[in-house]
């Protein structure tokens, strides 16, 4: 288990060092802000949404780590699904963080976002790894509005 929870804090360095996606796409036709005040994090998503898909994601902000390589691994995952797909990717990775009954393996569909179930035995921590996925649904359902996690 501590070399599972030492490749985890790879993958994770590894996003927050060299975020990808980290641009705003010109055709994006969605956009939401995110602020995270407990830790200062501050992001916006970008989407191009045509036709019911992901066709492109970018993000920009500033953040700690773990807010960074979430939004990072965040429009990896994304990129190309639908958006009901994305809606239940954000409730799996929503549910992992912070429901009481989350399974103690994450749902294989997480895929790699799986790197961050850690991050429910920090709960400060947890507004940090699911900022950029609550600015994605604002951005999904297009409200004109920033996004706060408190
Ligand atoms: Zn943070």
């Excluded at 990775?93 to 976002?113: C, G, I, N, Q, Y």
Aim: with cysteine.
């Amino acid at each position: 288990m501590s070399d599972l929870r030492e490749l985890y804090q790879e993958v994770i360095l590894d996003h927050s060092k060299r975020p990808r996606n980290l641009c705003h796409p010109d055709r994006a036709n969605r956009s939401a802000d995110g602020h995270n005040p407990l830790c200062g994090d501050r992001i916006t998503v970008y989407l191009v949404i045509e036709d019911d898909l992901v066709r492109d994601v970018g993000f920009e902000g500033s953040g700690c780590a773990i807010s960074t390589a979430s939004a990072s691994m965040m429009t990896e995952a994304i990129k190309g699904r639908s958006v009901a797909e994305v809606d239940r990717l954000f409730h799996l990775f929503h549910d992992m963080l912070t429901s009481r009954d989350a399974p103690v393996l994450p749902p294989a569909e997480l895929d790699k976002l799986a790197v961050f179930s850690g991050v429910r035995e920090f709960p400060v921590r947890v507004k940090c790894a699911t900022l950029a996925w609550h600015t994605l649904r604002a951005a999904l359902e297009d409200v004109a509005k920033t996004v706060s996690t408190e």
